[in-house]
């Protein structure tokens, strides 16, 4: 097996404020909300500057309550250059009681739940044109007005 080195990227913290959009229960089983990405703010040693308004962050949960995530956002960097970043994720927990405290958006201790994504980016930036040929993974928490992730470019 080839080894995979981790190397620390950023960390993202997104605001998400208002309430999310309730789709309600879709075809396959799962209902489906949308929350709104009003900002934010990144920081890392190579990448620092805002997460810009209007991107989204899209969940499925599960009959047993785990969440599938699905987000789209637009980054800018100190510098003005624009970074287009998705990811998909899962977030789970060990007992039903943290899945209801997860679901209800009330907190919950760091490291109780298992909050996962992998990442990947586009950007126009010729400075920032790696990131285009990159996949990230991170760990996420959850704060009252959003979350917050650990990401680690993967090598």
């Known amino acids: ?3 995979i080195q981790l190397t620390p990227l950023f960390r993202i913290k997104a605001i998400v404020t208002a309430p999310p959009q309730l789709v309600g229960a879709v075809p ?3 209902t489906r909300r949308v929350m709104v990405v009003s900002g934010g703010h990144f920081e890392g ?3 620092s500057g805002q ?3 209007g991107g989204a962050d899209v969940v499925l949960e599960r009959p047993d309550g785990g969440l599938h995530l699905d987000v789209r956002l637009v980054l800018q960097t100190t510098q003005g250059e624009l970074v287009y970043m998705t ?3 899962r977030r789970n927990g060990p007992t ?3 899945m209801r ?3 209800n958006r009330d907190p919950i201790p760091a490291g109780a739940d298992y909050f996962r994504v992998v990442v990947q980016f586009e950007t126009a930036a010729p400075r920032l044109a790696w990131l285009n040929d990159k996949v990230a ?3 996420g928490t959850r704060e009252p007005d959003g979350p917050v992730y650990d990401v680690w470019e993967v090598a």
Do not use: S
């Open 1 to 3: 097996m080839t080894p």
């Open 28 to 30: 396959h089983g799962f």
């Open 45 to 47: 040693e190579r990448l």
């Open 51 to 53: 997460v810009l308004p």
């Open 87 to 89: 990811y998909n994720g």
């Open 96 to 98: 039903p009681e943290i």
């Open 101 to 103: 405290k997860i679901v």
């Open 137 to 139: 993974i991170g760990t």
